[in-house]
């Protein structure tokens, strides 16, 4: 797609059809109207993945002319063109230099979904909070202390004003972190979470992503700056959010926590993954390293990218060891997690390797295993069934794994949808959960507080 100087378009595609298509949104006063900002990550267009009959078709884009709106509206005519289950966006696009200014004076929709450059979201944020409106925003909201002071005060202007700042945490859809978090609140199965100490963590979490991966069938280009922590940030303040999310979530639901008394970080560190020019290509489609990331070039086509990080925590007294990696390509399978959380009964550990096919799976490993134990989960499980069922167990050298049926596994991206869902929930009763705002700025605190740390280092 060639911009040239053209400010304002409409992309056209199928929407807004009278009469619309089955499940699809119409323009009404009561319809949540998306407006797209700076859309520089894959991730906003996975909000649109699927329709919503509850949000209008037309969208808003206001963003930068380039490489990452033209891939951005890809995505979107990619949802819209499918054979199965279409989506009806359209988009109306506004490329001017001023397209933040632009957006705040035009004020065409109520909910702004952010996912881009970290550079800049935390910024954005305030601006669409300052001027009135919701805001959907990808992880990570800051990812700098000096974005975490922004942002606790755009949680404060999003009160005063009665609008929603919320951020995309997939993570919760996935089935065995609901289970494992569900399980973890069983006394007779779990029994307490253990405190744990710093050489043997209460909770240990850790996730490897990978640079190269593929994005709705089709290989992912990323941008430049996504290697770079100045604009992209810290595995810690990036992916480590899901992580640290994760134990807030999982081990104190709706408690609501406050990041001065419950967290104490007691160390950080960070390290690079090493990047060939060859790779960096493959990846970006640029044949050179521009020259933000010259600082962290060895040899001349290495790229030294700060893609790690470690942090040790205590949250509300449980020692928590958190890892974020990326590496260049998975050898099999895709991105993985690791989770562990000790209880004084069992253990509840999510593996996702080899030996599971590269699947997330749930692991229930007894202290001590005897039929007492089994009979305590077998009841649980059956407890389960009115909301998850076909769970069952099956037995392992060490306890139990969790068997759980395919159609919970409903993958990544559609867990764009279902956090949307959520949102959308939010905004009919006009309001967040009450621990949810806390919980934002205490995973916040812990990510920017931990670079701080290893900054120092």
Request: aromatic content about 10%; overall charge neutral.
């Amino acid at each position: 797609m060639a911009w040239g100087a053209v400010a304002l378009m409409t992309v056209m595609l199928p929407a807004c059809q009278s009469p619309a298509p089955s499940g699809e949104a119409t323009a009404d006063s009561t319809t949540v109207k998306l407006i797209t900002l700076d859309p520089g990550h894959f991730h906003a267009a996975l909000v649109q993945k699927t329709s919503n009959a509850d949000i209008d078709s037309v969208v808003h884009v206001y963003a930068p002319a380039g490489p990452e709106l033209e891939a951005h509206l890809a995505l979107i005519k990619q949802y819209n063109e499918r054979a199965e289950n279409p989506t009806h966006w359209q988009e109306e696009v506004y490329t001017g230099a001023d397209y933040l200014e632009k957006m705040i004076a035009d004020k065409k929709g109520n909910v702004v979904v952010l996912a881009g450059n970290n550079q800049q979201k935390t910024m954005y944020i305030k601006k669409a909070v300052d001027a009135g409106l919701n805001v959907l925003g990808d992880k990570p909201m800051a990812i700098n202390a000096a974005n975490f002071g922004l942002l606790e005060q755009a949680f404060a202007d999003a009160a005063a004003k009665k609008v929603l700042l919320y951020d995309i945490m997939t993570e919760r859809s996935e089935i065995t972190n609901t289970l494992q978090k569900e399980l973890a609140h069983l006394p007779a199965v779990f029994g307490e979470q253990q405190t744990g100490t710093d050489k043997e963590p209460g909770v240990v979490i850790e996730s490897v992503h990978y640079f190269y991966k593929f994005v709705s069938g089709k290989a992912l280009t990323r941008p430049t700056w996504f290697f770079d922590p100045a604009q992209q940030g810290e595995a810690i303040a990036d992916v480590g959010t899901h992580l640290i999310d994760l134990v807030q979530w999982a081990c104190f639901p709706e408690v609501v926590l406050d990041y001065k008394k419950d967290i104490d970080v007691k160390s950080a560190r960070t390290w690079p993954t090493s990047v060939t020019l060859s790779q960096f290509t493959a990846v970006t489609k640029k044949d050179s390293f521009p020259d933000f990331l010259r600082s962290y070039v060895v040899k001349d086509s290495i790229l030294q990218t700060h893609a790690n990080g470690e942090v040790k925590y205590t949250l509300k007294g449980i020692h928590v060891k958190m890892i974020a990696r990326w590496d260049y390509k998975a050898a099999e399978g895709g991105d993985t997690h690791y989770s562990l959380l000790r209880g004084s009964l069992a253990n509840l550990e999510i593996r996702q390797g080899a030996e599971e096919k590269y699947q997330p799976t749930l692991y229930v490993n007894p202290v001590k295993n005897d039929t007492a134990f089994e009979k305590s989960l077998q009841q649980a499980i059956d407890d389960l069934q009115s909301r998850y069922a076909g769970v069952t167990k099956e037995k392992t050298a060490k306890g139990w794994k969790i068997v759980i049926p395919q159609s919970f596994k409903t993958g990544h991206e559609a867990h764009f949808g279902e956090v949307m869902q959520r949102y959308l929930q939010y905004l009919k009763a006009g309001q967040l959960p009450a621990w949810e705002v806390p919980g934002m700025l205490a995973k916040y605190y812990t990510a920017t507080k931990a670079l701080e740390i290893a900054a120092k280092k």
